[in-house]
């Protein structure tokens, strides 16, 4: 459940944010390609909805590490995605489709873990032993 409690409020500051853009749009193209930035916006996302404001430093520069992106680059391409709303809005989409499938991917797992850890049912009867 906390996932989709903080996917709730993550949607609740796009929202937020969305009005906030400014009509001046910027040409050319962002430092990050589409995939790569929606990948690392993601985890940066869950980062900073999961930890508390001191501890969300250290996650976001190893999410920045792990992605091999560096701050300004992750800046300058989030700066351009917001002063395109239709980009930014197509951006939006795949965030949440990631959310989303990971969302179904921890559920998964959650699944998989209660049911290796769960004994199969005594039936009450002994069971032969074979020679």
């Not at 906030?20 to 690392?40: A, D, R």
């Not at 980062?47 to 250290?58: F, W």
């Not at 930014?88 to 209660?114: C, Q, V």
Request: proline fraction near 6%; glycine fraction near 2%.
């Amino acid at each position: 459940m906390p996932v989709k409690k903080n996917l709730f409020f993550i949607v609740i500051a796009l929202i937020f944010l969305l009005p906030n853009l400014s009509c001046h749009k910027i040409t050319g193209k962002p430092p990050l390609s589409k995939e790569q930035f929606s990948m690392v916006y993601t985890d940066y996302m869950l980062a900073v909805a999961q930890k508390e404001a001191k501890m969300a430093g250290a996650a976001v520069d190893s999410i920045f590490k792990h992605h091999i992106v560096e701050t300004n680059e992750f800046k300058k391409t989030l700066q351009y995605y917001m002063k395109n709303p239709n980009q930014w809005e197509e951006m939006m989409n795949l965030i949440s489709k990631e959310l989303e499938k990971r969302s179904h991917e921890l559920e998964s797992a959650k699944i998989k873990e209660l049911q290796a850890t769960q004994k199969p049912p005594d039936t009450g009867e002994a069971q032969p032993i074979l020679e």
